[in-house]
């Protein structure tokens, strides 16, 4: 998997390319917590336009920075170009309850 970061002011915007599992979840996980611990991140944005598939890894990863923003953050954590396979899994999940889909 391939993770491409970049901070815009107090927005974490995170670019993910392939396969989110877990072989790769651990890999984010460390990449996210090296930014979301300082606490100049109140708005995290995912893309997952070339994101091919998650795993319970990967949903286990979304919810651990979810809990690590802070309660009062304006965007929370939000993902865009969500594939209608990945959509699925989230609705079954009920991952569409706890992040905003764009």
Not at 33 to 57: C, H, P, Q, T
């Amino acid at each position: 998997m391939k993770i491409d970061k970049s901070q815009e002011g107090d927005t974490l915007n995170v670019k993910l390319t392939g396969r989110l599992d877990t072989n790769t979840a651990p890999k984010l996980e460390k990449e996210l917590e090296s930014v979301l611990v300082g606490g100049s991140v109140n708005n995290l944005s995912f893309d997952f336009k070339n994101l091919e598939y998650i795993s319970s890894a990967g949903l286990r990863v979304l919810l651990s920075a979810k809990k690590k923003m802070p309660e009062d953050s304006p965007g929370g954590v939000r993902v865009k170009n969500v594939s209608s396979n990945i959509k699925e899994v989230f609705d079954v999940t009920g991952f569409t309850d706890i992040l905003t889909l764009e």
